[in-house]
Structures are given as structure tokens and as C-alpha cells.
């Protein structure tokens, strides 16, 4: 018979049907080592019965396993914590797992450990995926030159962009992409490097978020059998775009311990293999991009400053989509003929009053919202011809759902606070005026933005960026 320390036992007991329903490998070891809960997920990670592992000391469930090797033991003994910690090892059968893990020691109210938790998440699947990603690039980007990306646009700004876009391409230095998300930022790292002089050697794409760190360092620089369990011999990014140009998109989520690689290669062009003994050199070009401000980024440590000065020698900034409204009209009409066949009905150009929503509408994801927007529009609309109506994302949770007579006659519990600047000029007076409106209507509303919305005839997400353009206060939201 299992004796489980009191507080451990009624802890599990509150919280064990929860852990049930998280469908994440979770386990949780008691004082003495030994597995107190051990859920499926765990059991189908490891090969080893569930019910086999209740109550049986870890070591004995994993007899290759040692005590210093084991994170749940190690916080178990010596109180560490261990956060996204990354281990890649062999299971109760044999097979390579790659493990990405939080374990933490159990305290009861004297402050003494009587536990250890873990709950992990699987990356065996992200390590094939990463294997097949790999293996399309070779085939695909390999000394294979690439149609130049399609921009479309109307605008002076973005007409400067891409001017600037093509002399860095002509040069061969590193180029540093910021923008918001949507704005288009791997069009612009593939028209560098089709304007540039590798435009036949490979085009390949990483996205930083995407993968832990030790999977970016392995992708990256390629391994060497026996680096560590499972590892085979395997090119890296570097190796396979070598002659050709690297994309790292999202470079703001690269850990700053892969930064400081990142920036040795830049410098010297040469890189180490994982568990390699010889240096190997690459003449990779390396274009970055990033959806946050660099300067915040500096600020706040979370990028290395001689990184960025390096990759500072290009730098382009993607304007957001609100700063060149003038695009989207022709944005518009490319995406209804881009996506043409992919609806039952035939849509044809778009009418002046959804024209007039896209113009209104303040896009926070840019270009890749503006498309999905139009799609879902075209595939909801039932009558051929023009597209009428632009269903944006708010709509879609309460598309079906009318103002109620009540909300249409209700009077302001919680009046909005406004005191609207005074002035002759013609544009402060139009804002004034639009202003007032959005204030009257949220007073109508009890605060209430979708309400408000449909009052005005707005989308949800127009509303609450003129709120904030305003700097209006209100008693009641409703978010």
C-alpha cells in the first residue's frame, strides 16, 4: 500500500480529474520517487502502461535513466526548477523522443518538498515535420532561380519601399525587415534575394518562433551523429543555402544564446556543426525579419545591440496597411480575382459600400487579414456580381444576432465623458463630429462597443480604434 503525504494526496484529489482533461503528458512523483499520477498521454509518450507505473519509483520504470539526469529527481532533491526545458532521450522501447518540459518541486505548508510535477509537450512530431521541411527545401530551392514575389500596391510609400527594396537587393550585405504582422515581410526578403546576384542559388525560410531552441540550433548548423541521443548526421540551413540567401523571420523570438551564434557566424561565416569537430564555411547571405519595434526590443534586452547593428546595414520598415489605405482598393480586386475559384458563386469587382468598410476598417493584420476578410466575404455571399458586404472578424461572433428592440430605445446607466477640443479647423471639426457620434452611440449602448458597432453601422474592430483615436472614457465596456 502507497503512503502519499497528506497534503499531496488531497491536493491530487482536487486537481486529478482536471489533470485528466489536459490531454498533455503530465506526471507527478511523491517524496520518495516514487509515481503518484501518471496520465495516458505520459504512458503512450514513454511505452510504459500507465497502471504498471502507479506507485513503481521512476528509476525502476527507467532503468538506463540516472538520478542526475532526471529533471523530475533533480527538483525532487534539490529543489530546481526547470522551464521549456528541452530533452530528447530514449523511451521504455526504444524510440527517440524529443521532450519539451516545465518540472518544479512540490512544497507542503512547512516549505518542505514533497514532490516534484512535469508537464511536458511532445516535439517529435515538429522534429519530422522539421525533417520534411528540410528535405522539400532541398528539392525545391536548390539551384532553382524563382519568378519574382508579386507586391501589389498604388501607393508612393510602398513604391519607395520596393525602390529601396531593389538597390539593398543589388548589394550583398545583410538586410533587416521590420513590420507588423501581415505586412508582407517574406515577399520582401524573396524580391532581395531575386534582385541580387544569388537569385539561382536557394531561397531558404525559418521561422524563429517556431521551434525551440535547441531545434533552431540543430536546423540551422546541421548535427553529427552521437551530439546527442537520436542525433544523425543532417545538414543545416546554413550548409543547404549556402551560395543563396536565409531567411530568419520572427527574428525577435530567436533566444539571445542563439543570437550571440548567429552573430559569430555574420562575422567570421563559419559555423560548428552539433557535436562536430571542424569548422565549416558558408556563404549564406542572411536577411531578418521582425514584427516588433528593435528599439523596444534593445530596450528591453531581449535582442543582443551588436546583432542588430550588424544585420542594421539594410534595413527596411514595411508600412502597416492603415498608413497606406490608398492600396487597398487595388488589394481588393486582386485578392476577388485571386481567389475567383475557389467560391461556387461569381464575384465580380466590389461595390462602393463595401468598398467603403475596407477603407474604414483599421486592419490590425495588415495585408493577410485584408485577404482572409475578402475570401470569407466572397465565399458568404449567395448572389453573383459585385461583393456587397465585407464580413470582418468581430461579425462572425455575432453575425447572426440583431439589435433587440431594448438595446435599440436603451438609455446610458453610465454616462461617456467627453469634452471635445474646440477648433475652426475643418478636419478637427469632421473629427469632432465622428467624435460625438461614436460617443452618443456608446451612451445609447450602456457602453457596450458591439452594440455601439451596429448602431453605427461599424465593425466592432472600426469602433474600438476610433475609442482609442479619440481617447474616449467610458463607464461601460464590453470587450
Not at 503528458?25 to 511523491?30: E, G, K, L, R, S
Not at 537569385?199 to 551523429?225: H, M, Q, Y
Request: charged share 20%; with cysteine; aromatic share 8%.
Amino acid at each position: 500500500m502507497m503512503t502519499i503525504d497528506p497534503e499531496l494526496s488531497q491536493a491530487l484529489d482536487v486537481f486529478k480529474h482536471f489533470f485528466d482533461l489536459m490531454h498533455q503528458p503530465m506526471a507527478i512523483i511523491d517524496k520518495e520517487g516514487k509515481y503518484i499520477y501518471y496520465n495516458k498521454e505520459s504512458a503512450e509518450l514513454d511505452g510504459f502502461p500507465e497502471e504498471q507505473a502507479i506507485g513503481k519509483p521512476m528509476l525502476k520504470v527507467y532503468p538506463n535513466l540516472k538520478k542526475e539526469d532526471s529533471t523530475m529527481l533533480q527538483a525532487l532533491q534539490h529543489g530546481k526548477e526547470y522551464q521549456n526545458n528541452y530533452q530528447s532521450y530514449y523511451n521504455h522501447v526504444g524510440k527517440v523522443v524529443d521532450y519539451l518540459h516545465t518540472t518544479v518541486p512540490l512544497y507542503n505548508h512547512q516549505k518542505e518538498i514533497i514532490g516534484a510535477v512535469e508537464i511536458g509537450r511532445n516535439l517529435s512530431n515538429v522534429r519530422q515535420l522539421q525533417d520534411q521541411v528540410f528535405k522539400l527545401n532541398s528539392r525545391l530551392y536548390q539551384n532553382q532561380e524563382q519568378p519574382l514575389p508579386e507586391i501589389v500596391f498604388a501607393s508612393q510609400k510602398m513604391q519607395d519601399v520596393i525602390d529601396q527594396t531593389n538597390i539593398l537587393g543589388a548589394n550583398d550585405v545583410p538586410v533587416l525587415i521590420v513590420g507588423e504582422t501581415g505586412t508582407g515581410k517574406e515577399l520582401f526578403a524573396r524580391l532581395i534575394h531575386q534582385t541580387s546576384d544569388r537569385r539561382d542559388k536557394a531561397f531558404i525560410s525559418l521561422n524563429c518562433s517556431a521551434l525551440p531552441t535547441t531545434l533552431i540550433e540543430s536546423t540551422l548548423f546541421g548535427t553529427v551523429k552521437g551530439a546527442f541521443t537520436g542525433a544523425e548526421n543532417r545538414q543545416g540551413y546554413l550548409e543547404l543555402a549556402n551560395g543563396g540567401t536565409l531567411f530568419l523571420d520572427e527574428l525577435n523570438a530567436m533566444p539571445l544564446e542563439m543570437q550571440s551564434k548567429l552573430l559569430r557566424f555574420l562575422q567570421e561565416k563559419t559555423y560548428w556543426q552539433l557535436g562536430g569537430n571542424k569548422e565549416i564555411h558558408s556563404d549564406v547571405r542572411i536577411v531578418a525579419a521582425m514584427n516588433q519595434s528593435p528599439a523596444e526590443l534593445l530596450k528591453t534586452g531581449k535582442m543582443r545591440s551588436d546583432l542588430f547593428y550588424r544585420l542594421n546595414v539594410g534595413l527596411i520598415k514595411l508600412p502597416a496597411l492603415r498608413e497606406r489605405t490608398e492600396d487597398i482598393p487595388v488589394l481588393a480586386r486582386y485578392f476577388i480575382d485571386k481567389h475567383q475559384h475557389d467560391v461556387k458563386v461569381t464575384i465580380s469587382g466590389i461595390s462602393e459600400p463595401a468598398l467603403k468598410q475596407l477603407m474604414s476598417a483599421p486592419w490590425p493584420g495588415n495585408v493577410r487579414m485584408l485577404e482572409n476578410a475578402i475570401v470569407r466575404s466572397m465565399v458568404l455571399q449567395n448572389e453573383p456580381g459585385e461583393l456587397q458586404h465585407i464580413t470582418l472578424d468581430d461579425e462572425l461572433f455575432d453575425i447572426q444576432a440583431p439589435l433587440t428592440q431594448q438595446q435599440q430605445v436603451s438609455q446610458p446607466e453610465k454616462p461617456v465623458n467627453v469634452t471635445p477640443p474646440s477648433s475652426d479647423n475643418l478636419i478637427e471639426q469632421v473629427e469632432n463630429y465622428e467624435r460625438q457620434l461614436i460617443v452618443d452611440a456608446l451612451n445609447q449602448a450602456n457602453g457596450k462597443i458591439i452594440t455601439a458597432a451596429k448602431l453605427l453601422n461599424i465593425s466592432r474592430t472600426t469602433l474600438q480604434y476610433k475609442v482609442k483615436k479619440y481617447h474616449i472614457q467610458m463607464g461601460v465596456i464590453d470587450n
